[in-house]
């Protein structure tokens, strides 16, 4: 991928990592901007992992567990095939992931599964409580106890389909999201979202409480919106969730729950809230309608540092019977589409909206195909003025390659997954808030694969991350206190 599918995924709201020092995000992002070449030390250069499988630098370490792979992926290599506590076995694609806090010091995580349709294996085989009983994707959640041991690991979200991202929440919670809009029906020579392959419809967000020791009601949130969701994150201060959609011409979507309307105060809200309804509604810039900011012409349409004020207009039909029409050679946005209805609105257009994170008042999301060269984009919101800037749009990708996943590191670094498909090398990456770049870690496997889900534990020692294919979650620990940022 381009600059950043899926970065700024999250930071926790409750206390998985730190947040960046006010101003910090911004100094970073305003050096990569600027096409910073400089690597700061960070803890050193990696040490090849006779293992094979992650390399670290000195001082460090690193466990592997509850792997989970497709018959492709595995080669016979039974490293990467595991079973969960109740002896089924281990979902494959590890992708999106947050770290909660568990019991006496250890640490819960909530992972996410992007399984395709027919993919296997795939989560709860035996149909126990799923959405779908047709798809296999959901989430798995793991009990790491404070020497990082694996303590449980179990099913928590069943049923569902590519479960890509999504986004922690205050409350404990992991918003998971599916990037599909796939819906029960013969082939359709008009609505692309139609397959017999499915038995509910999809595009949906789930809500999977971290404290759940089972698989959870599979409740879609549809007042949400039925999109190809990719993350979500939530201002903690007034409760609102901020979506993004992977398409090239998403919207970036805000929701505001109805509890609030209710007198429920944003920091009072709890697992469920969520299902009793809201508003959705998509970012306009108010004297721009209909601005199309993935810049891709000569002219740049939005200025890198431009300042505007924005709006947000009511997406009235958030679940619509087609987001994909068929055309004469490839698949558009139905008019009845969220994105379709929001931009007839005036609302701003965007180049493939994927990770978004908030810190310290802002929500920061990603364009994947954004800028003049397609290498991508960053846009800030400024929450409490509403305006908005683009803060990001490199020229080359300096010493970042397909950035996807993203964190807030405990010692004020951003923390960066990789899935440089080109170069089939991907690294865990480091940025200071000077905008100089370090590596954290190398996927030494030979597939190569992406890193995702990267996440601190609540106490600030321990960076979890996955790699999606063959599906692996490493606990990952030494020196931070060596960086300082």
């Keep these: 991928m381009n600059l950043s599918r899926r970065t700024f995924l999250r ?157 922690a929440t205050p409350w404990g919670s992991w918003l998971s999201a599916e990037e599909d809009v796939a819906m029960p029906g013969t082939r359709d020579e008009v609505n692309a979202d139609r397959t017999p392959q499915v038995k509910q419809r999809h595009g949906y967000i789930f809500e999977v409480d971290s404290r759940s020791e089972g698989l959870v009601d599979p409740v879609p949130l549809k007042a949400m919106g039925r999109f190809r969701h990719e993350a979500v994150a939530v201002d903690p201060v007034t409760g609102f969730a901020y979506l993004t959609e992977d398409r090239d011409d998403g919207l970036l979507y805000r929701f505001r729950p109805d509890v609030l309307e209710r007198g429920t105060a944003p920091s009072a809200l709890r697992v469920g809230d969520y299902a009793s309804g809201g508003v959705l509604e998509a970012l306009r810039v108010k004297s721009r309608p209909h601005l199309v900011t993935g810049n891709h012409g000569r002219r740049a349409e939005i200025a890198l540092g431009e300042s505007l004020e924005v709006d947000w207009v009511r997406i009235e039909g958030v679940d619509p019977d087609m987001d994909m029409s068929r055309g004469t050679d490839d698949e558009r946005a139905a008019p009845s589409s969220t994105r379709a209805q929001g931009f007839a609105n005036g609302a701003a257009r965007f180049a493939r909206t994927e990770g978004i994170t908030y810190s310290d008042g802002s929500m920061y999301f990603c364009c994947t195909n954004g ?66 770049c370090y590596r954290i870690a190398r996927n030494a496997h030979p597939a190569k694969r992406e890193f995702a889900g990267a996440c601190f534990s609540p106490d600030g020692s321990t960076l979890f991350v996955n790699v999606q294919r063959p599906g692996m979650t490493f606990a990952i620990w030494g020196p931070w206190s060596l960086r300082k940022s």
């Design 11 to 167: 930071t926790s709201l409750v206390g998985a990592s730190g947040l960046m020092a006010p101003g910090g995000v911004d100094r970073a992002l305003a050096a990569m901007a600027r096409g910073a070449r400089l690597r700061a030390p960070g803890f050193g250069p990696l040490v090849a992992d006779p293992a094979g499988l992650l390399d670290l630098p000195a001082g460090f370490q690193y466990r592997m567990y509850s792997p989970g792979t497709e018959a492709e992926d595995a080669g016979g290599d039974s490293r990467f095939i595991s079973q969960l506590s109740d002896g089924s076995a281990t979902p494959a694609r590890h992708d999106g992931m947050a770290a909660f806090p568990g019991p006496d010091g250890g640490t819960i995580l909530v992972r996410n599964h992007e399984m395709n349709l027919g993919g296997e294996p795939g989560v709860d085989p035996g149909r126990a409580r799923p959405y779908d009983p047709a798809t296999t994707g959901g989430t798995t959640t793991l009990w790491v106890d404070r020497e990082r041991n694996l303590v449980r690991s179990l099913a928590s979200l069943s049923g569902t389909l590519r479960n890509c991202a999504g986004g």
């Design 371 to 436: 800028g003049p060269r397609e290498l991508g984009q960053v846009f800030r919101i400024r929450l409490r003025e509403q305006r908005l800037s683009l803060v990001v749009e490199p020229g080359d990708h300096a010493l970042l390659d397909g950035p996807d996943n993203l964190c807030v590191a405990p010692f004020g670094d951003l923390v960066i997954c990789e899935d440089n498909l080109s170069k089939r090398e991907n690294f865990v990456v480091g940025v200071t808030t000077q905008g100089r």
